[in-house]
């Protein structure tokens, strides 16, 4: 960590109390500031009482820096996974919906169809009942000129009959 390949510069400056202060190019968060003005623990003795190694400064900075760019490359990268991730489900449901509206284009078609189909089934049979209608009715009408002409030649024959019957008894 902190070996990365940072190109900001950084310079440093030394002030009359041997404090080292950073003149260009970094931000320090408040934990930094903090652990710095902390004093040394056991282990981490620098030169003097209380005098800090430039060298040991530098690189408790550059260890922070590397701490901190860390931490914002994960976020960047968890933010990128997060937008990769919505971007996929977004693709993912775009397809849902093209598949359901094609289905539905589908069904709609082959429902179309049958009621295309069944329209000209309906036709046909309207068809066919006129052609029986007109012939039914083309039967009821010589049906009714044959009763006609019976009832006339019955009719007659019964008047032929009463005239007889009529002029024999008379």
């Not at 041997?18 to 003795?45: A, C, F, H, W, Y």
């Not at 049958?114 to 006129?130: P, Y």
Request: charged share 40%.
């Amino acid at each position: 960590m902190g070996g990365g390949g940072s190109t900001r510069r950084v310079t440093f400056e030394a002030d009359e109390n041997e404090n080292i202060t950073v003149v260009k190019g970094v931000r320090l968060s408040d934990s930094l500031i903090d652990r710095m003005k902390e004093p040394s623990s056991p282990g981490r003795q620098h030169r003097g009482a209380g005098t800090v190694n430039d060298e040991e400064l530098k690189k408790r900075i550059a260890e922070e820096l590397a701490l901190e760019r860390a931490r914002r490359d994960s976020e960047a990268q968890k933010r990128r996974l997060f937008g990769k991730l919505l971007e996929r489900e977004r693709i993912s449901s775009n397809e849902h919906l093209t598949r359901a509206i094609l289905r539905e284009r589908a069904a709609t078609e082959e429902e179309r169809q049958k009621a295309q189909r069944f329209a000209r089934q309906l036709e046909e049979k309207d068809r066919e009942l006129k052609k029986h209608d007109a012939y039914y009715k083309e039967q009821l009408a010589r049906l009714e000129e044959r009763s006609a002409q019976f009832y006339k030649v019955t009719t007659e024959q019964y008047q032929k009959a009463a005239d007889e019957v009529s002029a024999r008894f008379k």
